[in-house]
């Protein structure tokens, strides 16, 4: 099996209720395109992504691949997530929380135990990062119900999310039929529990008010747009997306994704400019790590991820005037990457269960890219100075939560041998980690305030 086709995987018949993954991955819809100012009438014809970017393109250079991925994930018009119906069979994706209600439940014990951790607060509240359909936190609010003395200090729960389809998903699954409001940053609504829920597009305008913030990303990070650099004689150089003929090989090394010449038409391909961009002057140097990397080295690069990466640190260990932690919180990151070497090479782009080029036809299909754990890691521990747990494998961290004691009393409340396969096959999916599975290919971080206990699933225990 290749190593990308346990990420962004099939279905396989194991997601809860419809059967399929609904996916979507939006981000924010920047170009990093100049925009054409334009009072002429519409069209006649709608320009397709691709003839939209590769006159961009021939108008203003070849772009930045971060550029790029932005495109086709939400360009307004015809990005992937906009345009298509990313919920039927075609767009059948799986995570961890459509695979099993054990997976939210687990994350939200942790949750638990970390409001414990940091000596409970009275007031939480608990923000999402990139919700999807809305399952993981909906079966994280189940769970909170058996913790009553918890479960009333939860202010208000705050999903950040970009995709307006998205969002009516998670209101319809966590709100039913209580209204939706616009507000100032978004919307708002109450759950069905009777909660504050309130929809934002950026973690930025989430409200900071005396409240403990809880924090979770799961498959959030994958999502953010990448740049690729390489190490070449003359200096770094980012990798830009070209629309040309292409007079060498793309320099990407997935399955499907040779571009060897062929017939003299012009195609999107990836190019090693002869001259240094304002990104690979900045970004390469700005880590050892990058510093001391050989000629022809390649590297994958988020910024946008470390941003979002420094907004969650701060925010778990907010300081009053007087140096002072207030509002002390923690946060789970969840995805998939390399937990300590540099990523290369991982961008994907998946349509119809299949691996194919980034590259053949922008905004059709799914484009994600590893991880990169350090990175993250690096950010909230030195600009933040928060401490980091982690990563480890989610098998092994699902199992230090008791994911086996669950599936235990899930599979004996089954009445039929199918019930139970399912509990049992649904673990298994979770947990397994041969041949490059998601328990070991799914990686957990942690961030918690500075000096407070380690966290269970770390090395830690529950403190009471
Ligand atoms: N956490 C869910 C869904 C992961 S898919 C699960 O594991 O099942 C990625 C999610 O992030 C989607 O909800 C997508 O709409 C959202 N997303 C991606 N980029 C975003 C951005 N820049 N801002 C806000 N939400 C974003």
Redesign the pocket.
Known sequence: MSRFMCLRVPSRGLARSSGV?M??????ATTGLRPYASTAPEPAVKKSLGEILASAIKTTGPISLAAYMRQCLTNPESGY?INKDPFGAGGDFI????ISQMFGELVGIWVLTQWMAVSKPDESRLIE?????G??MADMLKAFQSFGYFNHTVKEICL????PT?REMQHKLLCGEEPLEETEYGHKSRTKYGQLISWY??LKTVPKDDCAPFIIA???FD??PIHQFEHTQHGWRELLVDYSVPKVETPLSLPNQTTSIGPEVAKFHLTVPAYATASSRVIPSSSERYKKLPIHSKIEVSPESWDVALEIAKRIQETDELGRVVNAGSALIVDYGPADTIPVDSLRAIKQHHIVSPFEEPGAADLSADVDFVALKEVARKEAGVDVHGPVEQGDWLHTLGIGARATVLANKQTTQEGKDRIAKAYNRLVERSGGAMGKVYKVMAFTPKGSPVPVGFGGEVVE
């Open positions: 993954k996916w979507m991955r939006p981000g924010r997530y995570t961890s929380p459509e990062l990139g919700p999807g359909r399952t993981l950040v999310e970009a995709s998205l597009m950026d799961h498959e959030f999502a953010l």
